[in-house]
């Protein structure tokens, strides 16, 4: 009889999975299906379940090999798909890397294999959220001088959307949170951190130790602004030619929660 699938289980982050591409390669086991803690899969006996635990070291030698091996294009698609959260990307990933190391061709070119042609359409959808994250956020302007967004994205795109927004915001202090991974970026006018609000959205947590007090009450100014949006917006919306079909193709009904004129 065959021997059994090894299923490793790490916990979801980009170490974890590194660290699951080293171990890999360090006990020769390269037929391997990737679990997450919450997803083991019961048909595997509890023998062929190895949990793996994050080595920062042991990851920043299989980045390290990444890079030597691959383009910067896709280094950044790699990346792009392991944001998607989603454990088919991550077994891709995880197969494609394999790929990569026992290869000597250029793995990234042959789309005839099924993790790299995966991993392709992975960072694809990644970036596409990318782009209307950065298209359709808007801010609102807080009592405190913040401008804050409250975002819900299908993907992790938060690390991918801060250069765009610190480039074009960068005289103003911003904070965009993600209301489904519960953590945000705020912009102090020089560096973005990483902060994590309590229940009620007043205090930021500042993942370097500090803290920041946000009042989460839009400033007066802004109240008139958000009226005077919908109102401008209500004047040259022409009912008789709406085509509803067409705007939903190109802006889809789940980023409406993002737009003010959506909010009336």
Aim: charged share 20%.
């Amino acid at each position: 009889m065959p021997a059994a699938q090894i299923q490793y289980v790490f916990d979801g982050s980009k170490v974890g999975l590194l660290s699951c591409i080293f171990r890999a390669f360090q006990f020769k086991e390269f037929d391997v299906s990737l679990s997450l803690p919450n997803h083991c899969q019961h048909l595997l006996l509890a023998d062929d379940s190895i949990d793996v635990a994050n080595n920062p070291a042991h990851a920043e030698r299989v980045w390290a090999g990444l890079q030597q091996r691959l383009s910067r294009t896709a280094l950044r698609q790699f990346y792009l798909a392991y944001l998607s959260e989603s454990l088919d990307a991550f077994q891709h990933l995880f197969d494609y890397a394999v790929h990569v190391f026992l290869n000597s061709y250029a793995v990234e070119k042959n789309y005839m294999q099924t993790s790299v042609l995966a991993v392709a359409q992975w960072a694809k959808k990644v970036g596409r959220e990318k782009h209307r994250m950065e298209a359709f956020v808007r801010f609102k302007k807080t009592a405190d001088d913040v401008y804050l967004s409250l975002i819900a994205p299908d993907f992790n795109v938060l690390p991918v959307i801060a250069p765009h927004f610190k480039t074009r915001y960068q005289d103003q202090k911003w904070l965009i949170y993600d209301e489904t991974r519960q953590y945000g970026l705020y912009y102090d006018l020089s560096q973005i951190h990483e902060v994590s609000l309590n229940a009620h959205h007043i205090d930021a947590q500042i993942a370097a130790g500090h803290s920041q007090h946000f009042i989460i009450a839009l400033n007066d100014a802004e109240e008139l602004c958000d009226r005077l949006w919908k109102t401008y917006f209500q004047s040259v919306n022409i009912q008789e030619r709406q085509n509803l079909k067409l705007h939903v193709q190109y802006v889809p009904q789940r980023y409406w929660r993002y737009l003010n004129e959506k909010q009336l």
